[in-house]
């Protein structure tokens, strides 16, 4: 069954009360001719037609809502050069040329966030690359925290890796709960939907033509190519990409994928804005936070507010009881904020694949797709878009495990919701019982 686009409502976000206005596009009415069609309009659509456009050739893109209605303008806003799956177990299960390439790969979609930035001016972005502490909260996580970390240095040659003692995390943090960490360079944080917004703008205004409330309802194969029909129109084109991630189903056209997914609520809390000295003891250093609970959460400070975030809202809406469960959690990392009211509550969806990672590449000669971003996405589907392009062009990149072929359906795929939630409460126990 496919989603009421209509009936689904809009974030109550940090990010949509502080975005710059968003331009309006038109919908689609009449019939156009391109060479790629485009579904969706998220970071991976964008950064696809920006590179496919550069190519000399034509993209049009097809938005069901508008652009960053969804998991781009839904995220934290979080930009780290990593995979769910680590790069030592990559090693482990693919060895060590394969680590090497997905990790020259995680560097490449944190540069490629900041190429995009420059390239379309996007200031009001506030692009940051302080890096992320990862914050123990036992002597166990300690450990493999930093056994990772002197792995890293030792076989990718990862520079500036720091050990953070509890004194050291302590003053990262402004919480004495953790018991050491270990600072990762290279990472930052973002207004993502305003990054969204700018790329939108940019592309549109260097010819792409952009449609939202343009749900694509049909995708037929003609003999030249393919149709990708709207409730009012249709663009004709040699080849169409799907980039829907987790909001596949939102329409049967690209529901297909979404068997290949397993669709996550990730929430999130902000607070009001805190007062000055609270706000300069709190995470003083602009870095973006993680925790090693198996059931992470993540918090950075913008514009003087906590924002918190974690895995663990289940359904298919917004939910009370996880926000609840986030300001436990947060209040229990920062005492100080148990009287502070939250402003924003907000959540969206996380695509979570079998193996852990996304995948890339094609469904056959005329449709290629970009899915899977495990809750690591404003920096991967920015670089995607550019690697879209390429098989646009007829090339084969280098994808490592990203590769389209390595990616595998979800068995009992109507038993994925309960099975998340047994999971989910497993980890919950787990990080409870301090395991």
Known sequence: MTRDWNALPSANSLWEATAEPARGFPVLSGELQADVVIIGAGYTALSAAHHIARSGLLPVVLEANRPGWGASGRNGGVITAKFRLSFREIDAMHGRAMAKRMYEIAHES???????????????????????????????????????????????????????????????????????????????GIHPLNYLRGLADGVARRGVPIFQESPVVGLRREKEGIVAETPRGAVRAKQAIIATNSYSDLTGA???????????????????????????????????????????????????????????????????????????????????????????????????????VPHIGRLDERMLFSVGYNGAGVAMSSLMGRYLAAFVRGETPNVGLLDARRMKAIPFYPLREPAVRMVAGWYQFLDAIGR
């Not at 003692?165 to 953790?178: A, C, I, L, M, P």
């Open 110 to 188: 944190t540069d490629m966030v900041e190429e995009l930035v420059s390239e379309f001016g996007i200031a009001s972005a506030n692009l940051t690359r302080t890096g992320q502490v990862k914050a123990a909260h036992n002597e166990t996580t300690l450990k493999a925290a930093i056994d990772e970390a002197n792995w890293m240095t030792r076989e990718m040659g990862s520079a500036e890796v720091r050990i953070l003692d509890k004194h050291g995390v302590r003053e990262e943090t402004g919480s004495d709960v953790f018991v050491g960490g270990v600072v990762n360079p290279g990472s930052g």
């Open 254 to 356: 690209t529901a297909h994928l979404q068997r290949t997914l397993i669709p996550f609520r990730s929430a999130m809390v902000a607070t009001e804005k805190l007062p000055r000295n609270l706000a300069g003891k709190l995470m003083p250093t602009g870095r973006t936070h993680t925790e090693t609970k198996r059931m992470m959460r993540w918090f950075r400070m913008v514009d003087n507010r906590v924002i918190f975030g974690g895995r663990g809202a289940f359904g298919k809406q917004d939910s009370q009881s996880a926000f609840d469960a986030l300001r436990r959690a947060m209040v229990g990392i920062f005492p100080d904020l148990a009287d502070m009211p939250l402003e924003y509550k907000w959540s969206g969806l996380v695509a979570m694949t079998l193996d852990s």
